[in-house]
Structures are given as structure tokens and as C-alpha cells.
């Protein structure tokens, strides 16, 4: 099993994520001596729960001071921790709708993400859109996590009806199925034990399953084909060729030759004698050498940053990606996307944007805006420009080819930004959708 999980939790206001997260790691014994006196304090100072030593667990990932002011999470909180089984990476998100986009970015490279549901409230407008950003993104896996049972007096029929409306929700986006456990943050039922409250819950509590899951690296071992997108070119000049001695070349003259592609490797894995595709060159040719920093190895996996040295003299630069032979799509210079409109400038058509794709960043046009997801219908609704919060369909036309590839079939390969060509600031995150045009 993988030592590390990435998993991101979200909701909307007020069901409790912070407490969620923070008994999670005093639980899991994650919190140091002195965190857990300041915050005991702090609470007591506050007067939290009426009774001498209670708690205020959210006080233990709410750190900006206007978080703790005003009660309410901003931004992604990330925490990290360790059990016995594996190491984990936390992203505690935003519940308010206006930091919707905060969630997204928490989100975007989690093995799951846990939904927040209060009992009493049961499925709302944010966790459907919470939900359908999952479904965008394609997280692995899915844990809704109905908090607060403590307060219906873990009274089994309340909890399956909230079960059975993620589930039916779940089967509408289309998303693989929802684990759905009992909780109670406050009291600690299910999080890190299973409850003697709950006798009716036969599952696992949140961190077993949270432990048992596969990553996506285990989902995607030896799946995916190589996509090493190029960040650096390595070309020493003759001053600099003595200090790459210790690599082992046997003359000078070696290293000035010497050329490799640094990049990290996105998926896959690649080893020397390996025939790979260089885009956009359309060169294929032979791995040669394989460099992690200054030690050369036989072999490298994803997520490693390396450096290729290849058989043949490619024209290539920054944005080029090395493929496995034979595995690339067919390069696009138009392709149709899901976004998710982040920025509170509309995004429009004809609107002129920059997209960055892996290391290579091109012009585009925003040609169409073929619809809005709409949260209570969950049917898409034409649009004449989206919003930010907005969940929709564009088609776009870029400057120079890319080779995107469909983010269903290959998820790095196939996300990108859309950025505000004057500013800089990412206006929409996407994803390339089934039936790019060729």
C-alpha cells in the first residue's frame, strides 16, 4: 500500500468541517502537547461547550486570524499526519460558495474527498456543487461523511434517508459510489473508532476507510503510458562542463555535449533503451540516460523529477512533452471542455485567453459556451457567459497545437488552466471532455 494519501474535505457552512478535521488529528494523535493547551485555552477562555475542558477542535485548523474571528474557514487549510498504515496530506476547504474556487484547487489533486452533510439539512445547493466538482475532477473516491448524528439521537431512519439522497445524487452526477459513514465531529463517533452509538452502522469508521483506499498512484501503476511534459533544457557550456565531472563522462568534450530534458514525470514510467515521442517535434528516438540530479539511474516512475538524455539531437524546449512511443493523441489546436469558472470577470465568447497545459502556455479564444450546469437539475442550461462558481461547457481554439488528451482517459494530460492574458490571475480550471474534434 502507498505511505501517502492526499484527501480533501468540503461542505457547506457550518456542518462542521473544521471540527471534523481537528478531531481527526487529536484522535489520530496528531496534535502536539502544546497545540492542544493553546487551543484548550482558548476554548475556555471562550466558554466553548458550557463544561470545564471542552474542546473547540475547529480552533486547530481555523489558523488566519480572520477565520477564527469570524468563525467561518477561508482558505485551504493543509495538515499533515501519520498512522500506523500510511501518511496523509489534509486539505481542509472553504464551505462558503465565494471560496468555492479554494475547494477546487484542494480538490484537484485528492485521492478522495470527504462532503460534509448535516443530518438536519440534509443534501443542499453547495454540496451538490461540491459534488459536481468532484465528478469534474475525477477524484478516486468519494466519502460523504453525515455529521452531527449525535443530534438527531443517532436515530438510524434519519441518517438512511440523507444516505439514500447522496446516493441518488451520486448516481445523477454520475460519480462512482459514495462511501456514506454516521459521524458526530463533536463527540467523535465514527471518525477514528467505530461507535457503540451507532450499533445500526455496520461499516467503517472515517479513518479505516481512509487507510484501506487506494491512491491514485496505486489506481495507476503501470496504466498509464510515460508524459514527461519538459520544464528545462540542459546544455552545459564548456565553463560549466568541469563541474559535471562526477557524472561520469569520461572527457570534457562529453560534457559539452552533453543535452537532457528535465521535466517531472506526470504518469508512467520510462527506462533507459526506452522508445519515446517528443512533441511537438513528432521525433521519436531512444532514451539514453536517465539523471535524478547527479546520480544516473536505470529506471524512473512517476512522480520523480528527472532529466532524459536522448539517442537523437531534438529540436526542444520548454512545453515539449516526452511521451511513450506511440501513445500520444493526435495533437489539437481546438478542443471542447468542462470549467469551472473561478474568477468574477465572466468568461465570454470571444473572450481572448491564455491556456497552460503542463509546461506549455498558447493563446486561445473562447469560440462558444455551449451551456451551465444547473445545481438543482443537474442538467446543463444554455449560457451566455459563466459566472464565477459556474460549471460549464466551452469550446476553445487555440494558437498552436497541444497535445491534450481526454481527462478521463488520462487526468494530468488532459486538465489545463485558462488564464487572463493581461493579469496573469487563472480565470477557469478545465478539463478536455469525450469527443475532442480532430
Aim: with cysteine; aromatic share 4%; glycine share 8%.
Amino acid at each position: 500500500m502507498s505511505t501517502l494519501f492526499r484527501f480533501a474535505t468540503a461542505g457547506s457552512v457550518d456542518d462542521g468541517k473544521s471540527t471534523l478535521v481537528g478531531r481527526l488529528l487529536h484522535d489520530s494523535k496528531a496534535i502536539l502537547a502544546d497545540q492542544l493547551e493553546s487551543v484548550a485555552r482558548t476554548s475556555a477562555e471562550r466558554g466553548f461547550g458550557g463544561e470545564p475542558g471542552a474542546i473547540d477542535f475547529a480552533l486547530l485548523t481555523d489558523g488566519l486570524r480572520a477565520e477564527r474571528e469570524q468563525g467561518i474557514t477561508i482558505d485551504v487549510a493543509y495538515r499533515y499526519f501519520s498512522t500506523g498504515r500510511r501518511s496523509f496530506i489534509l486539505a481542509d476547504c472553504p464551505g462558503h460558495v465565494q471560496y468555492t474556487r479554494n475547494m477546487v484547487t484542494g480538490a484537484a489533486t485528492a485521492d478522495a474527498v470527504v462532503v460534509l452533510v448535516d443530518v438536519r439539512k440534509g443534501v443542499l445547493e453547495q454540496t451538490r456543487r461540491h459534488l459536481a466538482v468532484v465528478q469534474l475532477l475525477r477524484v478516486p473516491h468519494v466519502i460523504v461523511a453525515v455529521n452531527k448524528i449525535d443530534l438527531v439521537g443517532y436515530d438510524a431512519a434519519v441518517f438512511q434517508q440523507v444516505a439514500a439522497d447522496v446516493a441518488a445524487l451520486a448516481r445523477d452526477l454520475g460519480l462512482p459510489d459514495a462511501h456514506v459513514v454516521p459521524v458526530s465531529a463533536l463527540a467523535g463517533d465514527n471518525i477514528v473508532d467505530r461507535s457503540a452509538n451507532t450499533p445500526w452502522y455496520d461499516g467503517p469508521s472515517l479513518l479505516e476507510l481512509l487507510e484501506a483506499l487506494p491512491s491514485i498512484d496505486e489506481l495507476e501503476t503501470d496504466l498509464e503510458a510515460l508524459r514527461l511534459p519538459v520544464q528545462l533544457v540542459i546544455r552545459p557550456q564548456g565553463a560549466l562542463a568541469p563541474d559535471l565531472l562526477e557524472q561520469g563522462a569520461e572527457t570534457a568534450d562529453d560534457y559539452r555535449d552533453y543535452r537532457a530534458f528535465a521535466g517531472r514525470i506526470e504518469s508512467g514510467t520510462v527506462r533507459v533503451g526506452d522508445s519515446v515521442q517528443v512533441f511537438p517535434a513528432g521525433v521519436t528516438t531512444t532514451v539514453t540516460r536517465i539523471d535524478r540530479g547527479p546520480v544516473a539511474v536505470d529506471e524512473a516512475s512517476a512522480p520523480l523529477s528527472v532529466s532524459l538524455s536522448l539517442a537523437d539531437d531534438v529540436d526542444a524546449a520548454r512545453g515539449a512533452v516526452i511521451a511513450a512511443a506511440g501513445s500520444l493523441s493526435e495533437p489539437r489546436r481546438e478542443l471542447d471542455a468542462a470549467v469551472f469558472q473561478l474568477d468574477p470577470r465572466p468568461l465570454t465568447p470571444g473572450s481572448r485567453v491564455l491556456v497552460k497545459h503542463g509546461t506549455s502556455t498558447v493563446q486561445a479564444l473562447v469560440a462558444d459556451i455551449r451551456g451551465r450546469l444547473d445545481l438543482d437539475t443537474l442538467a446543463t442550461t444554455p449560457a451566455g457567459a459563466l459566472e464565477a462558481n459556474d460549471i460549464g461547457l466551452v469550446g476553445l481554439k487555440l494558437s498552436a497545437n497541444l497535445a491534450v488528451e481526454p481527462y478521463a482517459a488520462h487526468r494530468r494530460a488532459g486538465a489545463f488552466l485558462v488564464i487572463h492574458p493581461h493579469d496573469g490571475a487563472t480565470l477557469a480550471a478545465g478539463i478536455v471532455t469525450e469527443g475532442v474534434p480532430a
